[in-house]
């Protein structure tokens, strides 16, 4: 079937089949256009203090000067960003962009072990991390090629004298910085401050050069970075703009951004296509403590709001915020993970908002389909946005029947270029005609609309972040005690899944709590397995794979 004629006729009113691709070369062009447009705008707040457009743009161009004049590092060389949702996080990245650097998101969560590895596997040669997380990275980089670390403190762009009051009180007070001792280390407010005395020299970025090293597990094994070309950015935020409708008003729109940055669906929407808005950034650096989430809610006639299901829960589930003004709420985004009919009936009854759901990868920059805001179809993924082909296959390769479930695979000018020094990853991921395969079984509907029906590979959505049974397999199999082990996820009403390992201990045995500490002192915390089922043996194929899916299916039926 020729699904681009299909689709032809499937849109709404005002949002093309196609867009422009040519109106941007960069995301530096991006940034730079909308920091003179909108100087005096608010760009991001978090933590109390607020960067207008103009502040942001001094403040990455001082950053940008101080890497050209102050370092060795030249464009094209890779600086990790390791930080929450605060406003020094747009000015770092946007200032490497300037320069010409590859900016690496990193997990702060990471533990060592997951930051070695991305810090290695990109050549990483600069750090910028929150003082929070520094001592983790002090462990970390003897054994790596970091040559140059910026460490940030919580109130850094805060004036001078409240920036030193609240850091020492976050420090000495409440205790959230453990002690750590980088020698070397830069202060960033110091760096700012150098870099504003030196000369920058704009770089060009072309639409081919990488702008982001995005690190996912991809269809399987170890962490690997996507590389996401300028081109890829760009594209995207101009695909996914449209299905917004004019509900997006330029220099106006208020947005909650209390998903990571770090993490590329909130990188796209909050640094790409509502900064190309023009629009206020409301940064949430710790979504977990809803008391203070609302209470920050409270100070602004927010427009927008990015989330997903089990944050939508959580905060409907809140008195205080039942209880705020949503007069002003017109655009709900969800995405990460799978938005249930419940969660999203209850998000409209109590904010008088839809929500659009929206469905993407990491590989995709990452929207691939939406919910056109004009006509949001409930348990669907939407519709391809502009620009983007689609199609399902079977396992032998074979275009699937309209309405029949096939894995879905997708091209456009959002696709990443490949893995980052990862060529036959690269090739087995996309089909002989270009395509790339996202590994999640889907349905096309006779309108259009695509519904997932069942992921084909074996990743574990929690809250939002992928986890790959693979990693959780190779730690829990590195414990002496341990024979072999699968891990899979479970439904999880908090987290939407959660993590479930079923092992086979040698004869001296193992206990769940010990296994919990092993877990906890080499994986992020959301990857920890919440459930240990103890077995004698595991369901294996008849030449000694782990059925995975017959235990995932056990553990859901139970």
């Not at 069942?454 to 790959?468: A, P, W």
Request: hydrophobic share 40%; glycine share 8%.
């Amino acid at each position: 079937m020729d699904l681009e004629q299909f689709y032809q006729d499937k849109y709404p009113a005002g949002v093309p089949r196609e867009v422009d691709l040519n109106k941007y070369n960069s995301m530096v062009e991006v940034f730079e256009q909308s920091v003179k447009k909108y100087a005096d705008r608010p760009a991001f707040t978090a933590v109390g203090a607020t960067l207008t457009y103009r502040d942001l743009d001094t403040q990455s161009r001082n950053f940008a000067a101080w890497l050209q004049n102050k370092t060795d590092l030249k464009p094209g060389d890779r600086i990790a960003v390791q930080m929450p949702n605060v406003s020094q996080y747009p000015v770092v990245v946007f200032g490497a962009m300037r320069a010409g650097l590859i900016v690496v998101n990193t997990n702060p969560l990471y533990t060592t072990r997951e930051m070695e590895h991305q810090f290695n596997d990109s050549g990483a040669k600069a750090l910028v991390v929150l003082a929070n997380m520094a001592e983790n990275a002090e462990k970390v980089l003897p054994h790596t090629g970091v040559e140059h670390v910026i460490i940030t403190e919580i109130a850094d762009m805060h004036s001078p004298i409240k920036r030193t009051l609240m850091n020492s009180v976050i420090k000495h007070v409440k205790k959230m910085v453990p002690p750590f001792n980088i020698p070397g280390a830069h202060k960033l407010p110091a760096v700012l401050s150098a870099g504003a005395r030196e000369k920058f020299t704009p770089v060009e970025c072309k639409k081919d050069d990488i702008a982001v090293l995005q690190y996912t597990g991809g269809t399987t094994g170890v962490a690997k970075g996507a590389m996401l070309t300028h081109g890829n950015l760009v594209a995207n935020l101009l695909q996914t703009r449209p299905m917004m409708g004019d509900i997006v008003v330029e220099g106006q729109e208020v947005v909650v951004a209390p998903l990571p940055l770090y993490h590329i669906y909130s990188f796209t929407l909050n640094c790409g296509i509502m900064l190309e808005a023009g629009a206020h950034n409301v940064l949430i650096p710790n979504p977990r403590d809803i008391p203070g989430f609302v209470k920050e809610l409270k100070n602004h006639k927010f427009t927008a709001f990015l989330g997903l299901n089990t944050l939508f829960v959580a905060l409907c589930n809140n008195e205080e915020f039942r209880n705020l003004d949503f007069s002003s709420l017109k655009l709900t985004s969800s995405g990460g993970m799978a938005l249930t009919s419940d969660t999203a009936k209850m998000w409209e009854r109590v904010t008088g908002c839809e929500i659009s759901e929206g469905y993407g990868m990491t590989e995709t920059s990452p929207v691939v389909t939406f919910n056109p805001h004009v006509a949001i179809q409930l348990g669907t993924i939407g519709l391809p946005i502009p620009s983007t082909m689609i199609k399902t296959i079977d396992d032998e390769g074979n275009e699937t029947p309209l309405g029949e479930p096939g894995e879905l695979c997708v091209k456009g000018p959002q696709v990443m270029r490949g893995y980052w020094q990862r060529p036959e990853d690269t090739q087995k991921s996309f089909t002989e005609d270009g395509y790339l395969k996202t590994g999640d079984v889907a349905l096309i509907q006779e309108d259009g609309y695509i519904r997932i029906v069942d992921r084909k590979k074996d990743m574990i959505i929690v809250s939002g972040f992928n986890v790959y049974p693979n990693e959780i397999e190779d730690v829990v199999s590195s414990h002496p005690k341990v024979v072999e082990c699968a891990a899979v996820g479970i439904p999880d009403d908090k987290s939407g899944e959660a993590v479930k390992v079923f092992l086979v201990p040698t004869a001296e045995g193992v206990t769940e709590n010990e296994l919990k500490e092993f877990c906890r002192e080499r994986l992020t915390a959301y990857k920890v397995p919440k459930h240990y089922e103890f077995r004698e043996e595991l369901p294996k194929t008849n030449v000694g794979k782990i059925l995975r899916r017959e235990l995932r299916d056990e553990a859901s039926a139970s």
